[in-house]
């Protein structure tokens, strides 16, 4: 029988830079920070460059590499007794998406799809993600804040052939200035196994961003 259990409080922490060329071309590196409250308290550390086309004012296209590391507790029993220890996965993969945008009466709405395939070291990975992202762009609330919601879910080709993850996400926006932007959310991420069990991680994150 499936399990379901609610893993500790995560913290994410992203930093973007971004740098747009001619010809609708925009260079963007990613930085991602996890950490959790409890041991090991850092838990991911990702690093993303891609190259995003812009080529219309509905469509975007990318295409990108990211290096990601993974840090998780490893119980182990034998006759000297219980040893926990941290264990290190490194993947390697690249990735490239297509983006729809919409807007309605006030609303942006964009929708993402994305294939990635890569290296891990139990193999080869390889995954579609979808993601909906919804704000509201009228500047009718205090300090320019935007609304938004976001639901991302992950499929996995190569493994399982399941749904393999799913994040929630709800927060707001400020744009400080033409270059900085800040995102503050609260995210919700289901992750299921090959036996079906459930792991629920409740996050809280922030993200900066600076276009040039």
Request: charged share 30%; aromatic share 12%.
């Amino acid at each position: 029988m499936a399990e379901e259990k609610t893993a500790p409080v995560q913290i994410w922490n992203t930093n973007a830079l971004s740098q747009r060329f001619d010809y609708g071309l925009e260079a963007v590196i990613e930085e991602e920070n996890r950490m959790a409250v409890e041991s090991p308290v850092w838990r991911r550390h990702a690093i993303s460059p891609q190259l995003i086309w812009h080529y219309s004012p509905r469509y975007d296209f990318a295409i990108g590499y990211e290096n990601k590391r993974d840090w998780t507790d490893q119980v182990t029993e034998d006759e000297m007794g219980t040893r926990v220890d941290t264990v290190e996965e490194e993947e390697n993969s690249g990735f490239f998406s297509g983006t729809v945008k919409l807007e309605m009466a006030g609303w942006a709405m964009e929708s993402r799809q994305r294939f990635q395939w890569g290296l891990a070291e139990d193999g080869t990975t390889g995954e579609f993600r979808q993601k909906t992202d919804l704000r509201y762009e009228k500047p009718l609330l205090p300090f320019g804040i935007k609304p938004f919601v976001a639901d991302e879910w992950s499929y996995d080709l190569l493994g399982s052939r399941e749904l393999s993850q799913n994040e929630l996400m709800m927060g707001f926006m400020v744009d400080f200035n033409r270059v900085l932007r800040v995102e503050l959310f609260g995210l919700r991420m289901d992750e299921w196994d090959v036996a079906g069990n459930l792991l629920t991680t409740p996050v809280l994150g922030l993200k900066v961003s600076a276009r040039f």
